[in-house]
């Protein structure tokens, strides 16, 4: 544990998250207070808060002190708070209405597997923060990986040969959504969101190499055969999945996940569904920038546009 600012930052296991006590983030943060965050998640790639009373108002700008907050999520619709365009319910209800009943059902209502959020997008979110409204009486954890840690530890022959590879992430391709009667299929046939993302990322502000793949988004690596694309990424991400790069946080009402995307991976729960808990948590995300690998070669977008601010950051933060 380390204590800055009179906040202590205990981590949660050998690579992945750490919980932040000492600091209320419901009112302004001071320049030092944010520092310790930012410090802490890029050290961590997530941290953890308790206890904190927040509602869509502060959470958007609490936000809005580590970056500029996008809309809830570019197939939002009409799910979102008509006040609140920044806000991404995550519930039974809300994935139901979003994108329909059987994809919530073949997906789960808490979202898909080890991801990051909206990797098809050519600028996909740095942050994303997540907070609890009501939770199960057990059950229901997000785990969290650390693609950084998990890079490191593959054999130099393989992080050689991944560093030159680039890969396509597409919504929706890894479910067949395009071919959904739902409402998930209107999404995807009408807006496409496809981006070329390299398969190893370098970390704008760490300079770590991370793993940039997952299994909700990403279709193939380019250039390959389809049998050996999914050996690599098959392999990939039984990596990232590793036990030892991973943290598991329980919620409990008024907790907050702060996490960094382009360093680490989620995993929905999938435990509570056939015991009919309510689980409604929102999240907001920050504006990101275009990935970069090893080469210095930026991503391409296949089809959507960047992913851009809800609003001006100074009328997100009032």
């Given at each position: 544990?380390?204590?800055?600012?009179?906040i202590d930052v205990i981590p949660q296991s050998g690579w992945t998250g750490a919980e932040i006590r000492?600091?209320?983030?419901?009112?302004?943060?001071?320049?030092?207070?944010?520092?310790?965050?930012?410090?802490?998640?890029?050290?961590?790639?997530?941290?953890?808060?308790?206890?904190?009373?927040?509602?869509?108002?502060?959470?958007?700008?609490?936000?809005?002190?580590?970056?500029?907050?996008?809309?809830?999520?570019?197939?939002?619709?009409?799910?979102?708070?008509?006040?609140?365009?920044?806000?991404?319910?995550?519930?039974?209800?809300?994935?139901?209405?979003?994108?329909?009943?059987s994809y919530q059902k073949r997906l789960s209502a808490n979202g898909p597997g080890w991801h990051a959020d909206v990797t098809p997008l050519i600028n996909p979110p740095a942050y994303s923060i997540l907070r609890a409204e009501t939770v199960p009486p057990y059950g229901g954890d997000t785990q969290f990986t650390n693609v950084a840690a998990a890079y490191e530890g593959l054999s130099p022959?393989?992080?050689?040969?991944?560093?030159?590879?680039?890969?396509?992430?597409?919504?929706?391709?890894?479910?067949?959504?395009?071919?959904?009667?739902?409402?998930?299929?209107?999404?995807?046939?009408?807006?496409?969101?496809?981006s070329i993302h390299p398969v190893v990322r370098v970390h704008p502000e760490s300079?770590?190499?991370?793993?940039?793949?997952?299994?909700?988004?990403?279709?193939?690596?380019?250039?390959?055969?389809?049998?050996?694309s999914r050996h690599i990424l098959d392999l990939l991400f039984e990596q990232v999945a590793l036990p030892e790069y991973t943290a598991r946080f329980k919620w409990e009402p008024g907790s907050v996940a702060f996490w960094d995307n382009r360093a680490a991976l989620h995993l929905a729960p999938r435990d509570v569904e056939h015991l009919g808990f309510d689980r409604v948590l929102h999240r907001i995300t920050l504006v990101g920038d275009v990935p970069v690998g090893p080469d210095g070669k930026p991503s391409e977008s296949l089809?959507?546009?960047?992913f851009l601010a809800a609003r001006p950051r100074e009328t997100a933060a009032a």
């Open positions: 544990m380390s204590t800055i600012e009179n000492g600091v209320d983030i419901g009112k302004p943060l001071s320049a030092a207070q944010v520092g310790v965050i930012k410090q802490a998640i890029l050290r961590w790639k997530v941290v953890f808060f308790r206890d904190q009373q927040l509602d869509h108002a502060a959470q958007i700008a609490f936000g809005s002190q580590f970056g500029e907050v996008t809309p809830g999520h570019p197939y939002e619709g009409d799910v979102a708070p008509p006040e609140f365009p920044e806000i991404h319910t995550v519930s039974p209800k809300a994935y139901g209405k979003r994108y329909g009943q022959a393989l992080r050689a040969l991944i560093d030159g590879l680039r890969a396509e992430h597409r919504f929706g391709a890894n479910i067949n959504a395009e071919r959904s009667d739902e409402r998930v299929g209107d999404w995807v046939r009408s807006k496409p969101l496809a300079g770590e190499k991370v793993i940039y793949v997952n299994p909700s988004f990403t279709r193939q690596i380019v250039g390959l055969t389809p049998r050996e089809s959507g546009e960047a």
